[in-house]
Structures are given as structure tokens and as C-alpha cells.
């Protein structure tokens, strides 16, 4: 691969969008790409062939990844630039999946009590959104049951 593609996967509000700003920090500001820029609430988890195609794919070839975003609040957001490079951070729930397994370098757990998770989710998107997160939570069980995250990732960093 032309791009070492380090992934930090875990539950939603885990804190893995902290987690990878302080390691892209930490590796000189390399780029962090969000797998929330391919899902929304209506496909939280099965966005994956698109961002395989549209990021993953072009790094491996060492050129430059655009996609659209998604637009969670219905506000349109500029389309993303990735740049290729020495290392890019996949940052999100599911980021260690299977089928994005070929691609990666080396993948991250961030280990974060479920119900800690819950409240930051509900914390940060509203009471009205309890229905969703149980919704995605219930997404998020479909994928460890089937994809086994953790017995794959290269470390599990316990969340705070």
C-alpha cells in the first residue's frame, strides 16, 4: 500500500474522534479521515463499499481520496480531501472491519463503557435522538457479533 491506513475503531461516543486527533498529533498532523462521512442514521453501517472505492482504494495507489459527506443535520458539507501520504488514521465505528482489512497497517480498539457512550451520544445529539442510538447501538452489536473487531486490532486503549 502506498498509505499506511491506521484504523481507531470502537462504539459510537467512545472517544475515538479524540483519540485520533492526539495520534494524528502525535505522527506530525497526518490527515484523519471519519467513516461518520459515510454513514448517516439511515445507513450506519453499511456505507462501507463506497468508502473502500472512494478513500481507501485511491490511497492505496498513493493518489489523492475525494468523496461527498454526509450531510447527518441536512446541511450539505463540502466534499472531503485526503491526501496520500505516509499515514492516514480511518477514525469510527467500524474502521477495523473485515473488508477493510487489506488496507490497514495497523488497527486500534477504544475500549469505552457502553453506557458511557450512551450518554455522550445523547449529550452531544438530544434527548430525541434516544431512539437512534438505540437503533445504532443495535448496528454496532450486528457488526462485532459478525466481524469480531477485537479479536483483530493490534491494541485495545481503554476510553475515558
Avoid: N, Q
Avoid at 462504539?11 to 454513514?39: C, I, N, Q, Y
Avoid at 498513493?62 to 485526503?82: I, K, L, N, Q
Avoid at 438530544?126 to 483483530?152: C, H, N, Q, S, T
Wanted: aromatic content about 10%; proline content about 8%.
Amino acid at each position: 500500500m502506498a498509505t499506511r491506513i491506521v484504523a481507531v475503531d470502537g462504539h459510537g461516543g467512545a472517544g475515538k474522534s479524540t483519540f485520533a486527533e492526539r495520534l494524528s498529533e502525535a505522527l506530525g498532523g497526518v490527515p484523519v479521515a471519519h467513516t461518520d462521512d459515510f454513514a448517516s442514521w439511515e445507513v450506519p453501517i453499511d456505507w462501507w463499499p463506497r468508502c473502500i472505492a472512494e478513500l481507501l482504494e485511491p490511497l492505496a495507489r498513493g493518489e489523492t481520496a475525494r468523496y461527498e459527506v454526509t450531510a447527518w443535520d441536512g446541511v450539505p458539507r463540502p466534499p472531503a480531501v485526503v491526501p496520500a501520504g505516509e499515514t492516514v488514521i480511518l477514525e469510527g465505528v467500524t474502521a477495523s472491519r473485515v473488508a477493510f482489512r487489506p488496507f490497514l497497517a495497523f488497527a486500534i480498539w477504544i475500549d469505552t463503557p457502553r453506557e458511557l457512550c450512551f450518554r455522550r451520544g445523547i449529550e452531544r445529539d438530544g434527548e430525541e435522538m434516544v431512539g437512534e442510538w438505540e437503533k445504532w447501538f443495535a448496528g454496532e452489536d450486528a457488526y462485532i457479533a459478525r466481524e469480531d473487531p477485537l479479536a483483530y486490532v493490534d491494541v485495545v486503549v481503554p476510553g475515558v
